[in-house]
């Protein structure tokens, strides 16, 4: 019984050195010794020989331990299972499997979302002719940008306006995100990109400087927060951007929204995971409109 034991929280250990999520900045060797041991595919999951040792590297030792006491395991189990001890244990370990399964499954979920916007990134089916238009106000608001400037939405009157909210911690959605963006705005007209944080806790005004040098943005992107937590957050409430942070690890899952703001003020459009040529034609129209308007 006690081999099985450590059987499986080793396995349990084993996983977790894989699925769990690291600190904001990581000792450099424990990302090397992850890395080593199971690689990374593009969408953020371990790489197939990664998977072959998760997999395989349990299985062997469990095949190992049934060739070594099979005939004693069911016996030693059945003791176990009698006592109010080993009851204990066995209740404690389900939970830890059931816990840590959970978080592989959220892990392959975020994996597959990745997957989806890589692809939405090279899909260029046209933006359907009868999209939803709004008319709505866009909530204003005063955010501080990378350069340490107040800019407020209001100020932007006149021309069409992109916003989204990410955060620099993100491996999942928001790098793809920004990524969408910078493609949509390649061969069009500079038009203001608004990157507003939803992790101002760690986004503050002086680590915006980094974020977009991270994300290599161009010029007319702007990367927002503000000093106040309480005053990001309502932003993102006005615009009904719905989150989830995780208190121990500070991850936040959040859906990818992208607003497209006429030059009015108005909000005009609102994307789930647009692919670039929906943010081009949105933006596109838009133009057309102010062009006719005036």
């Known amino acids: 019984m006690l081999v099985l034991l450590l059987w499986v929280v080793a396995t349990l250990l084993w996983w977790a050195f894989a699925f769990a999520p690291l600190p904001s900045e990581p000792p450099e060797w424990l990302s090397a010794a992850r890395h ?15 998977w072959m040792l998760l997999v395989l590297g349990p299985t062997s030792f469990l095949i190992g331990i049934a060739a070594l006491w099979g005939r004693e395991l069911p016996a030693s189990l059945a003791r176990a299972v009698r006592g109010r001890g080993g009851q204990s244990v066995i209740a404690v370990l389900a939970l830890a499997v059931a816990f840590e399964g959970a978080w592989v499954l959220r892990k392959v979920e975020a994996a597959r979302t990745v ?20 008319t709505a106000p866009a909530p204003d608001f005063s955010l501080v940008d990378q350069h340490g400037q107040s800019l407020s939405l209001g100020r932007l009157a006149g021309r069409p306006v992109v916003l989204t909210f990410v955060f620099a911690h993100c491996q999942t959605l928001c790098p793809l995100v920004v990524e969408t963006l910078k493609h949509a705005s ?12 939803l992790d101002p806790w760690r986004d503050t005004p002086s680590s915006l400087p980094g974020i977009a040098r991270q994300w290599a943005v161009p010029g007319a992107f702007r990367v927002l927060s503000s000093r106040r937590v309480d005053e990001v957050r309502r932003v993102a409430e006005r615009y009904g951007v719905t989150s989830m942070r995780d208190e121990r690890t500070g991850d936040i899952t959040h859906p990818g929204l992208v607003f497209l703001i006429d030059a009015d003020g108005r909000l005009a459009y609102t994307f789930s995971n647009p692919p670039p040529a929906w943010v081009r034609e949105g933006l596109r129209r838009l133009g057309q409109t102010r062009v006719l308007a005036g």
Do not use: K, S
């Open 186 to 197: 390649q061969d069009a007209e500079p038009t203001p990109v608004l990157l507003i944080t």
């Open 36 to 50: 080593a041991c199971f690689g990374a595919a593009d969408n953020g999951l371990p790489a197939a020989h990664g």
């Open 115 to 134: 997957g989806a916007w890589a692809q939405a990134i090279h899909d260029e089916a046209a933006l359907p002719a009868d999209y939803p238009r709004q």
